[in-house]
């Protein structure tokens, strides 16, 4: 499967050529080989819902007709399966639209104050019976170099997983702060935590610590690749630290944009 040209090593145009055309075909083979994968995981996690449905559709057929209990029941739980699905299909789509994201999007800023505002008020609403402690310390006007929207999904994707796994204690800390540099945004739970040996793989897509627990609780373990592609596609970083038991912390930082200039980039250029 190797397409590579092979050409003995002589000092000419032509063979500084074939070594540009071989990277290229490396990286082709490379990204079918993504294709490949992504393709293989996306059929492996289709096949239990699948699996599922076909449980209490065959139910109903066996014993619906006579029991209202069981096609109440049958019919109640394909539709929460197929609503499990839809959510899968729509994760999958977005995170496939991550790797499209072209020069329209990377050039947009976004005014950081009244997102996270935002972000925080819809939390509540959707949440009341949880302690947010909010802390704003974001500069006025700070802007940073992400589209709105994508800086929003990253941020639901945090708080709604510190919501989903939250245990017993039903609260959590929503912090951000600017420098000259850097916007950092902080999402810290006190809920189940995260093994060391997971906390590597939370990132990658499908990742499930708790399979049948995510499961039950919606999750299709794609939000967390979602959200790192996102601030990695926009130059930012993500990081996660966490205890078993006492709970999680994510740590999000994005360059800030000063006068239509990345913070960080223009030091660089005065380098
Ligand atoms: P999911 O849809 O399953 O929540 P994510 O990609 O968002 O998928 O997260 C991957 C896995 O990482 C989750 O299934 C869960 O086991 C773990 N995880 C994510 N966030 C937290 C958190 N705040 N506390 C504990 N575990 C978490």
New binding site residues.
Partial sequence: SDSRIKLRKRNDEIYDLTININKMLDRMQAYTNQQKEFVEDVSHELRTPVAVLEGHLSMLQRWGKDDPEVLNDSINSSLQELKRMQSLIQEMLDLTRVEQIDNEYLSQTTEVKPLFKQVYNDFKMLHPDFVVNYDDDIQDGSEVRIYRNHLEQVLV?LLD??F??SGDRKEINLAASTNEALLEIVVQ?Y????AKNDLKR?FNRF????KAR?RKRG???????IASRLIEIYKGTITVESVVGSG?VFRIELPIVQDGIDADQESDDTN
């Avoid at 999750?219 to 690749?225: A, D, E, R, T, Y």
Wanted: glycine share 20%; proline share 0%.
């Fill in positions: 994707i997983n510190a989903k796994y739970d809920g189940v935590g995260i939370v990742y499930r610590v708790d995510s999750g299709n373990g794609l939000g967390l690749s999680t």
